[in-house]
């Protein structure tokens, strides 16, 4: 026999308010609209308990319905509420404590990228630090190519072609190294190897002695607007830790991504997809 507690949570979980979320949840989760027969089998109710919560929901403005097709999509006033919540949302405090996670499980230091539309350029908005310090500096909020190092070319594999073209012909020489960056095919044949295995790494070609190994974060478009970087110095990069390491990140990513209300779904890599 169930305790009193018990018997109150179970009406909770079974409860309209219960069921109102995970009704609103599957409708803005389709991103398109959708018929109440879908919408039933998608949260395992019946098409009239379904029909009664969707009513409830219309009432308050949070979904609406095309009286054409029958079918059902987010309201005004849940726009409403999305753009207020997105407007006092910080991309630097929403991402800290999952860059400390990351930072605090991979012992080493983890960056948030964000793209410079304006510039085509990117910058480092947020860190934070391991337990094994570093022996570079790592500046935030100063605009650096996006041609050069994992964090840049993690971003420009996944930004329109003249983002890439315009990229490719302002890369100048290496910040880290002075090198010349590789021929035009070179380049775009690394990108497409970025964007198949979903994560880049570099080894001194941003910041001097640094490894790097970044991952897309991306917002309500195919673009990438965010990278996470993990960064270390190149002695302490480890062949047999990045399967780890990516995975971490890429997950990290995928949680970030949808926080900040992004679109795309983030594959990550297993392990035999790294070997």
């Known amino acids: 026999m169930s305790s009193p507690a018990e ?75 999305s753009a207020t919540v997105l407007t006092q949302m910080n991309a630097t405090e929403v991402s800290q404590p999952i860059l400390t996670d990351v930072a605090e ?22 860190r934070a630090d391991g337990p094994q310090a570093l022996q570079y500096r790592i500046e935030l909020n ?20 003249d983002a890439v073209n315009a990229a490719i012909e302002n890369a100048g020489l290496s910040p880290a190294s002075g090198a010349v960056l590789p021929d035009r095919r070179t380049v775009l044949a690394d990108l497409a190897t970025i964007r198949a295995n979903g994560y880049a790494v570099s080894e001194n070609e941003k910041l001097p002695g640094a490894a790097g190994v970044a991952v897309p974060v991306f ?43 992004g679109g795309r779904r983030v594959v990550i890599p297993t392990r035999e997809g790294l070997a």
């Open 7 to 81: 018997s109150r949570l179970t009406e909770a979980k079974d409860g309209t308010v219960h069921r109102v979320v995970k009704v609103l949840t599957a409708i803005v989760d389709r991103r398109e609209p959708i018929s109440i027969s879908e919408l039933a089998e998608s949260v395992k109710l019946s098409s009239s308990t379904t029909h009664r919560l969707v009513n409830l929901l219309r009432t308050e403005g949070l979904i609406d319905i095309d009286p054409r097709t029958r079918r059902y999509m987010v309201g005004a006033e849940l726009y409403r509420l």
């Open 105 to 126: 499980h991979l012992s080493e230091t983890v960056l948030l990228g964000l793209y410079l539309r304006a510039s085509n350029s990117m910058t480092f908005i947020a």
């Open 142 to 161: 100063r605009p650096m190519p996006l041609a050069w190092g994992a964090s840049g070319k993690v971003l420009l594999a996944f930004l329109p072609d």
């Open 219 to 261: 917002g309500r478009t195919d673009d990438a607007v965010l990278c996470l970087c993990l960064t270390r110095p190149k002695e302490r990069a480890k062949e047999d830790e990045l399967a780890e390491t990516v995975q971490y990140l890429a997950a990290a990513a995928a949680k970030l991504s949808r926080l900040l209300g």
